[in-house]
């Protein structure tokens, strides 16, 4: 952990932006560059800014879930959607589709790929942030300032 | 679709998960493990046993159809090892109960493991090369973590050297996947053997097959890029080491086997030569290194690679005969190695050192480890009734009839020097007297069973593929006939119209 008093306040800031974005990622990379791998690094990486501006501790807490359950739950969504379609009768891994007419005038064009994705973003999340914590923790707790390591 | 060829992958995936997400019960954590390797070892068992009597069988993910889409395939050779590597893995799951401190376990043995599981199963059964890769990259992944679990200075050490050449190799394999794919335009191993008949004789052929050879020659420890397997298989603890000897060197030279025969299926002379001069060099290699190693778990290092240098030889005759050896070979080595290796981590475990000048009075102390020693050790020399005995026959018998007397003469040798190696080890830790203090009982009763159990096991199923050969040899005799004419491979993979 680093404290600076810029660091935090930018944090505060960065951080739903972030995260929406991520989101954003995420779903945009249905049909459009994108998708669950980079919007993961993104949301990964809001969570390690945190980490670096208040500490692993805090983040923790922030994010609620340990990592590792991220990662068990991301690799089931991916196992989860390939099954999916085992169920239906078609091959593994192949993509259902549903197209949705919702009242107001919404279309969503729903494919189990989705699932998969989402699977991969939270697996993303879950490396990113265990790997940060994990060396985060191990290192010294407060980083020693030039000026004492040279007297 | 064909359920069969999917749950070698998903049933360690699926146990993965299932053990990440129980990890703070580990109790159930650890049923589930040893109950995800029984169910694999059921699925593997049922496809080996399809496999071998109604033939290969492929399946398309995704419902892609072949060459476009992802390939599995099971022909005897993959489904024979897949059956090895799920019966293994369960003995390594049920050891690792007692043989794994708490802290490694709690940290993600289980998990990693059959992670590893998955990525070994998916090399053994993927059709198509860029998958290949893939699936090589799941399990270095799983084993880089699995090495440094538990951040011992030393483990540290070999990791650096174990991630550095495969990183290596890795970036060698993608070059030749690239340029295999830049000249024959296909990923799919069924599609580019017919396709590259258009490159035969050419630089690039060369070219590939080299490339080929030095990757899988590094994953496989062959001469002369074995130097990291010693290094790194010593450090971690026994059952990591026994999941890592029986099954990561075997996905190299599966590899080998399965990208020659489909890929380049006439070795020109030059490349023969090649490959027999690197197994000979393996075979030499490996058992001067163990005849050196004082350390059991370095010297047990060593003999694997030695092993692999028989097989590479079974490739390099190319004849059927040949390849019925090293498939032989490659499949009771499987629980060979594991074998051994479990069974020093228990002389570790019960004599407290690892150093074989200061062993001694296994064979009074502990029969029964005694006992199973003598099957896997006295199988690797060659002794019959063991099943080295009847992979080493074979090999020299196809080795006479191509008239590679050479070659022949060098295996004969190094056969003999092993059985030195093994019978030091014998005479060592076993025979020499040691008082009841120098052989210490640790853990509780039930934790002796866990870890004596699945020893004995493999010890009972080597001896009776040993003193009953025949299916093995049975299976892999129809395995070599479909890697000398893969006609039937290619049928399987792209339908029976792609022939004519």
Partial sequence: MIYSLILQVATRLLIPLLLVFSVFMLLRGHSHPGGGFVGGLIAGSAFVLYAFSRGVGAARQVLRFEPQTLLGVGLACALGSGILALIQGEAFLTGLWADLYLPGGIHLYLGSTLIFDIGVFLVVIGTVVLMMFSVEERGPAVIPSRRNDTS | MDLLLILPLAIPLGTAVLTLLLRSVPGVQ?????????????????????????????AQMGGWPAPFGITLVADPLSAGLLGMTAFVAVAVAVYALAGMDEARQRFGFHPLFHLLLMGVNGAFITGDMFNLYVWFEVLLIASFVLLVLGNERRQLDGAVKYVGINLVSSIIFLAAVGLLYGHTGTLNMADASGRIAELRGSGVEATLATLFIMAFGIKAALFPLFFWLPAAYHTPPAPVAAVFAGLLTKVG??????????????????????????A??????????????????????????????????????????????????????????????????????????????EMGGLYQYRPVLAAAFMVPAFSLAGFPPFPGFWGKLTLVQAGLEAEQFTIVAVALIVGLFTLLVVAQIWSRAFWRPATEDDVQASGSTSQRWALNGPIVALAVVLLAIGLYAQPLYGLAEQAAANLVDTQAYVDAVLGPSAGA
Avoid: C
């Fill in chain 2, 30 to 58: 650890r049923l589930t493990s040893v109950l995800g390797a029984v169910a694999l070892l059921g699925a593997s068992g049922t496809l080996l046993w399809r496999v071998a009597t109604d033939g290969i069988r492929a």
């Fill in chain 2, 253 to 278: 030279i599966y590899s080998l086997i399965r990208v020659f025969s489909l890929l380049f299926p006439d070795p020109t002379g030059y490349t023969r030569t090649v490959l027999l001069v690197i």
């Fill in chain 2, 280 to 357: 000979a060099g393996t075979m030499v290699v490996g058992v001067m290194g163990a005849m050196v190693q004082r350390n059991v778990h370095r010297l047990l290092a060593f003999l694997v690679i030695s092993a692999m240098g028989y097989i590479l030889m079974g490739l390099g005759f190319f004849t059927t005969l040949g390849l019925v050896g090293a498939v032989f070979y490659i499949l009771q080595d499987v629980p060979v190695k594991t074998t051994l290796f479990l069974i020093g981590g228990m002389m570790e475990r019960d004599t407290g050192t690892a150093r074989l000048g």
